[in-house]
């Protein structure tokens, strides 16, 4: 009977399983996020090498002019070293980190969750997914603010593959497309896309695209070749935040 158990487990029958209990399922960027992770033994002992926590987010691709939704593991951490787990004992692995600054928040169609994995030698690996609502933190929302006040609209946010020139520490960025609806900018510019590129929960750098609405003959011809495009690095800090509405209305002015 043991020897059949152990053909069992080994197929992920009676085997060992593991369960993540989040203290939070809501957070900030940069915030902790704490829990506790469960493992509980089977049928039969079975030898664990480690326990892995991956933060994993969705992201599209275009291929073959269709979008593709993949996935992408933004960070990954082992939490426990090689051990045994006996039939029918339980652990608990207590874990706390910081959640990336350079994570998407959940906003569309993007999800993130958190996913655990056992190393379990000559078995199939349980596993268990646990999804996380990410907000922005301050400095994304003073930008948000911002935009808000100037008549921009938050239109769309989205998750994409991110040409090599773009991308840094992740194969996709997230895109925040804004829309101006009432303001000095409502029938100046098609829309304003931006990135961010957090450094730190004080300092982020932004890419901003200003796209011009076509005017005339030539700015039809522009927007067909996409001449109409502009592309803006910036810096921000903190300290920029009681002048950043001012300082973002200057440089959107300057591109309109």
Not at 22 to 43: D, K, P
Not at 56 to 84: G, L, M, N
Not at 193 to 207: A, K, N, S, V
Request: proline share 4%; aromatic share 8%.
């Amino acid at each position: 009977m043991g020897l059949f158990n152990k053909v069992l487990a080994s197929i992920g029958i009676g085997s060992a399983k593991v369960d993540t209990k989040l203290h939070e399922s809501q957070l900030s960027l940069g915030e902790r996020i704490t829990g506790v992770v469960e493992v509980t033994g089977g049928n039969v002992d079975q030898e664990i090498d480690d326990i892995y926590l991956s933060l994993c987010a969705t992201y599209t691709k275009e291929v073959d002019d269709r979008k593709v939704t993949k996935q992408a593991i933004i960070e990954k951490w082992k939490i426990a070293q090689s051990f045994v787990i006996r039939a029918g004992e339980k652990k608990e692995f207590p874990f706390s980190f910081s959640l990336p600054l350079d994570t998407p928040i959940t906003v569309g169609k993007t999800r993130v969750w958190l996913h655990t994995g056992l190393d379990i030698k000559n078995a199939v690996d349980p596993t268990d997914e646990d999804y996380i609502r990410v907000q922005p933190n301050r400095m994304m929302n003073e930008v948000f603010r911002a935009m808000e006040n100037l008549g921009f609209r938050l239109k769309e946010a989205e998750c994409k593959e991110a040409a090599y020139y773009v991308r840094k520490n992740l194969p996709f960025v997230q895109e925040f497309e804004f829309v101006p609806t009432s303001g000095e900018f409502r029938g100046k510019l098609d829309e304003v896309e931006m990135i961010f590129f957090p450094h730190t929960p004080q300092e982020c750098e932004l890419l901003i695209q200003v796209d011009r609405r076509a005017r005339g003959l030539a700015g039809l011809f522009a927007e067909v070749l996409d001449l109409d495009e502009t592309f803006v690095r910036v810096t921000i800090h903190e300290q920029h935040i009681q002048t950043l509405q001012t300082d973002l209305a200057a440089l959107i002015r300057r591109y309109a």
